[in-house]
Nanobody, 119 residues
Framework: QVQLVESGGGLVQAGGSLRLSCAAS????????MGWYRRASGNQRELVAI???????KYADSVKGRFTISRDNAKNTVYLQMNSLNPEDTAVYYC?????????????WGQGTQVTVSS
């Protein structure tokens, strides 16, 4: 059974930083892309960033230059470093696993972690 355990969300002022973590089951982590998505209130879930098992990354235009996705293969953990946060980044952030494509999310989701950016 695949498990994704997220942590690191919270409340931060505009301009601040947060780092999200997602610990994954070993098998899914080693063989698939890992990604972060988010859903703001009233909106659909959208891609934030993806990292392949080889380390290639892709970002949403809205977060390029501010967010960095990375993975620690020894810890089966993927991170999302979020800098220069603004209120538009407020959302529930979800870890995703099991994808082999940049355009299609995998079937496995974390429980979500709330990120709130105050102005």
């Amino acid at each position: 059974q695949v498990q994704l355990v997220e942590s690191g969300g919270g409340l931060v002022q505009a301009g601040g930083s947060l780092r999200l973590s997602c610990a994954a089951s070993g098998s899914i982590f080693r063989t698939n892309n890992m990604g972060w998505y988010r859903r703001a209130s009233g909106n659909q879930r959208e891609l934030v960033a993806i990292i392949t098992r080889g380390g290639t990354t892709k970002y949403a235009d809205s977060v390029k230059g501010r967010f960095t996705i990375s993975r620690d293969n020894a810890k089966n953990t993927v991170y999302l470093q979020m800098n220069s946060l603004n209120p538009e980044d407020t959302a529930v952030y979800y870890c995703n696993a099991g994808s082999f494509s940049f355009s299609v999310a995998g079937p496995y989701w974390g429980q979500g972690t709330q990120v709130t950016v105050s102005s």
